[in-house]
């Protein structure tokens, strides 16, 4: 039986008033738009993505997660016309705009439409899998993310010249919460309706709606600069650890200055020049190679310490790169390594072509701002302070056990 359709949009509009360049706002280092389209590539159920954009930095934006990705070809943009793209434009005329686009695009009819909000950040996988899953396969017509909610809502009533009133709770008797009626607030998260119902009905909602739970903790709207402060401050404590296992890597390449040294060069009378390297590093790098890891060490630098340093660790070595973008490319052709399967540390911005071609883009912790805001993880150490041994923990594990006892070269 061929699987369902289920197409995910994710409407973003350049325009906001309540915060500027909104969807282009990070949270966790990571754009409010490419956290959405992440969450939705993830998805077991999803097809494909599309992103209605009028903004053109938020198109390439949403281009650039599918890339971090290694799933370029699963994220389309379609370019959202003026006319429903204003302050007053509902979610639903970007929807249904962005099916027809998309159908039209790739000649095939979608089962299930998404409706997935860039303003939630803390939107998980489950989520999506959870609204797509009732209504690919459980039979609803439409599906909504909510969670448990336990407070006592109030209206005022001056506007009727009425009194105060409760609105889920009788004022004049205050029950256990144990005792009221369970109540669900939408979080605004995700949506999915039967794509034909969709069109007939131009809603969200209709027919049997399935109420999908999800973590009360993550719920969060980003409507104000407000919004946007508490979302900073919950991405260390709610974000899924961003950090790469063993079995997410099949080689790892590292720079050379500001990586494995500390970016500082000592220069004798004679002009010799000398860095400093992190023991550390030499024993995570001699593990990550008993462990049976590619190595290579890939640096502009043409000074012959770097050629040392690579002999003494017993891992290849290409420097003096001009371009080290197509010597990462050919290398991996040579290895038939995909680069989505590449952990790539650098520290500097003649890294970040690199980045863009490797799947796992690493900064160490001094690396150069810019560096840092392109990195998929960063570590906490600094480079030549035991950086490449702390990633070398996150595929190994801290005691950098492999299944022959590793011994640093150093």
């Known amino acids: 039986m061929t699987p369902p359709t289920v197409l995910a949009v994710i409407p973003a509009r350049g325009g906001s008033k309540g915060v500027p360049a909104k969807n282009l706002a990070q949270v ?25 954009t009028d903004d053109a930095a938020i198109a390439d934006a949403a281009r650039a997660a599918g890339v971090t990705l290694g799933e370029p070809d699963r994220v389309h943009i379609v370019q959202r016309p003026g006319a429903i793209a204003g302050d007053k434009s509902s979610s639903e005329d970007a929807v249904l705009h962005a099916l027809d686009a998309y159908e039209a695009m790739h000649d095939r009819t979608a089962d299930v439409v998404l409706l997935v909000q860039c303003t939630s950040p803390f939107v998980v996988r489950e989520d999506i899998d959870g609204v797509a899953a009732a209504v690919a396969h459980d039979g609803a017509d439409t599906a909504v993310t909510v969670a448990p909610f336990h407070g006592f809502i109030w209206r005022d009533g001056s506007a009727l010249e009425e009194d105060n009133y409760g609105v889920n709770h009788d004022k004049s008797v205050r029950q256990m919460r144990q005792d009221r009626p369970e109540d669900l607030l939408e979080t605004g998260t995700a949506y999915a309706m039967n794509a034909e119902g969709f069109r007939t009905h131009r809603h969200r909602f209709f027919g049997h709606t399935a109420l999908v739970r999800t973590d009360a903790a993550r719920v969060l709207e980003i409507d104000d600069p407000h919004d946007l402060a508490r979302a900073r401050a919950l991405a260390p404590l709610l974000d899924p650890s961003p950090l790469p296992t063993r079995e997410d890597i099949d080689a790892v390449v590292l720079d050379f200055d500001g990586t494995q040294t500390d970016d500082r060069v000592l220069i004798d009378s004679d002009g010799r020049e000398t860095v400093a390297v992190h023991r550390g590093d030499g024993l995570g790098i001699a593990a990550l190679r008993k462990a049976g890891m590619p190595l290579l060490i890939l ?92 990633i070398a923990a996150w595929l190994l594990g801290p005691a950098l056990t492999t299944t022959t006892p590793a011994r640093s070269p150093e």
């Not at 389209?37 to 599309?50: G, H, K, Y």
């Not at 012959?304 to 050919?330: C, F, S, T, Y």
């Open 28 to 52: 966790g280092g990571v754009p409010l738009v490419a956290r959405a389209v992440r969450a939705c590539l993830a998805s077991r159920e999803v097809t494909d993505v599309v992103v209605t």
């Open 299 to 390: 640096s502009t630098e043409q000074n012959p310490v770097v050629a040392a340093r690579a002999h003494k660790l017993q891992i290849p070595v290409l420097h003096g790169i001009d371009r080290k973008d197509l010597a990462l490319k050919q290398w991996c052709d040579e290895q038939s390594i995909a680069p989505e399967r590449v952990l790539y540390v650098g520290n500097d911005v003649n890294d970040l072509p690199c980045f863009a071609l490797a799947g796992w883009p690493v900064a160490v912790a001094s690396a150069h701002d810019s560096v840092r805001a392109a990195a998929r993880a960063v570590t906490t150490t600094p480079g030549g302070f035991g950086a490449i041994r702390e």
